[in-house]
């Protein structure tokens, strides 16, 4: 198995059991989890039920590795803890990329296909500015909006979440900005690998894209557009919910403009969404250079709670005071930088 | 005195007092309201304070009726509801045109000088359709939005406060506007007649508009515009405010965007701010039409329990139950129709 070196809180048959109840037939997300409650584990519940063949999660296995990627599977550390929370979880993920930005805060930025260039140049702005101040930007790798979005976020971080398989391209006119992502930024795919996106996947897809972000941006929402299916899911998901105005002659604010009427924040500039969050303290400054952080004195925190003999994760951030979110991206930049070694359970040291 | 046969809950001495005490130097509307509490009438304070002159108020009298106008005096029973419960209530108004529109419903449409095309066709759609569910529109007579507003709500009713004393015609290219206002809806000015309008003016107009007003729409307001000066009185008076959104690339919307983030009413069409206040029940349906009366139910109880002998319309209110606004519009409507008859002390009989 090729994702056997990446650590996780659950043991590798296990593991492997996880990925082959999310195979099998009439699994979905929610009775993954309602099969796991009830059988105690994966092991169990793949005995009990009709699972995925074993043959077939390995031919995914070997072509998602072919391609480049690995599994993050439900209870993995590096599984997003933003998306672990939500009762339909996706129990597994292909990934391609830098999952390390996973460990980072993330804003969504959605919005129209058929954008204006109007829409297209807040896009870039705002994601540009977003990922200045430290934000990795989430999208859907969409024509207009999204593309605009990932485009100028590729310098700082980005994560394109694709509603088939992780192979499959869609829109085919992305096939470029689909390869600069998985080079710099980060692709993610809920469909098992090989699976066309079919219409009932994009809405699917949408409740990843706000369930990793602490809030979604809409830009140019029309009405019983898709964009309001991802606001709609980040409002159930408890997310913040942002909207960049237009004209109530234009339709492709009428579904921007009802959000708003609806209570979403209205959006000005990069600045409206940053002082509701903050600015996160590990900040990139560019991909070329190495990772900067920017809070120091709680680098030297974990630093000081740190050693040679493996410590857990939950206990650092016990000792350190700071939010857990916080402790992974430094933990995440130390292991960057070769300093730190991570541990099964959930616990890591210093080298 | 030109405008005596106009019906007044004060005696035609202490109104006159009231004109005199309004043109008197440095008193504002707020000293104007402190005298009469201080001095106990209007009469007193033209004794004890250095008042204007007897034959400067017949000047300006004479040259207001040459041109078509009388005064509102604050207390006279046409002097508008809505402004005479301000703090600040102007003492007195000069008024050319249809003084009847002062009793039904009104909402102010206010915005840019320099307003795009798209801003001045929203003001159109928008003032004849308030037009059309029976509210009359409010606006400053300036170039851009509010010229789009009074023209769009000429046929409907339409009411336009000036800064500068009522014969002063500003800005110069709106004096088609202005004569059509004059012959087919209303004239304000605060000012005295002959004033030209000068910087602070202005805000002090604005204020008239949002006080007149259920509420205040502003189409394309930039930051630091007179509109948001109209809307910030509006909410000191307690108006809705209502504000139609925009691109934030677009300066000409920066203000207000900031006023939807303070929690103004975001507007897509009229339907929402009708929504608000519901159809007013005196709908006015051409200009050409006899006025019609879209709540007979209302009219109904007002006529029953009206006869020829004259009752107060605060006894009518409280018989029929319905709001003093409700029943002071079918009292228009039975008065425009020639059924009604007004008496001193507010009061109206049926002829």
Known sequence: ???????????????????????????????????????????????????????????????????????????????????????????????????????????AVVGAREASLAGRRFATDLAAALGQAGFVVVSGLARGIDTAAHEAALPTGTVAVLAGGIDQIYPRQNEGLYRAVADRGLLLAESPFGTPPIARSFPRRNRIVSGLSAGVIVIEAAEQSGSLITAQRALDQGREVFVVPGSPLDARYAGSNNLIREGAILVRDANDIIGVFGKPQVARQSTDKPREIAGDSVTAKVLGALGSVPTAVDELVRRCQVSAATVAEVLTALELEGRLERHRGNSVSLI
Do not use: K, N, W
């Open 1 to 107: 198995m090729f994702d056997g070196p990446f650590p996780s809180d659950i043991d590798p048959a296990e593991r492997r059991a996880r990925l082959r109840l999310a195979r099998s037939p009439r699994i979905g997300p929610i009775t993954f989890q309602e099969a796991l409650q009830h059988f105690g584990s994966a092991r169990r519940a793949c005995r009990e039920l009709p699972a995925a063949a074993e043959a077939d999660l390995a031919r995914e296995d070997q072509a998602l590795a072919r391609a480049g990627g690995r599994f993050l599977v439900l209870g993995d550390q590096d599984y997003p803890a933003s998306l672990a929370t939500l009762a339909d979880a996706p129990p597994v993920l292909s990934a391609i990329g830098d999952t390390g930005l996973l460990a980072r805060p993330m804003l």
